[in-house]
């Protein structure tokens, strides 16, 4: 019903910058919840940020807060992921998902039904 393709990965140095995308097709993201995971080798996939499509309200989890900014593009069917002052620790592929947004916004991978492929986010110190 909703494909997730994530853009804009790549190879930055520590205190770099880079912006990822998350585009849907198939359907609009409508009343749904839009998150960004992160997943280094050998660790389990981790929440970092949300935002509600309808409302625009987000959330961060601390090691990201004042660095990360997601933001959503109603026009484009789009989830923007604004990432400053990048560090090591944030190395890993990124991965976009959707949910429906009537329970409110999920940390949990379980919460989220739509996957994107993921992209890689490497950070040399």
């Known amino acids: 019903q909703v494909q997730l393709v994530e853009s804009g990965g790549g190879l930055v140095q520590a205190g770099g910058s880079l912006r990822l995308s998350c585009a849907a097709s198939?359907?609009?993201?409508?009343?749904?919840?839009v998150a960004w995971f992160r997943q280094a080798p050998g660790k389990e996939r981790k929440f970092v940020t949300a935002v509600t499509w309808n409302f625009g309200a987000t959330y961060y989890v601390d090691s990201v807060k004042g660095r990360f900014t997601i933001s959503r593009d109603t026009a484009k069917n789009t989830v923007n992921l604004q990432m400053n002052s990048l560090k090591p620790e944030d190395t890993a592929v990124y991965y976009c998902a959707a949910a429906d947004g009537s329970r409110g916004i999920s940390s949990s991978v379980g919460g989220y039904t739509y996957w994107g492929q993921g992209t890689q986010v490497t950070v040399s110190a």
């Open positions: 198939g359907r609009t993201f409508s009343n749904y919840v």
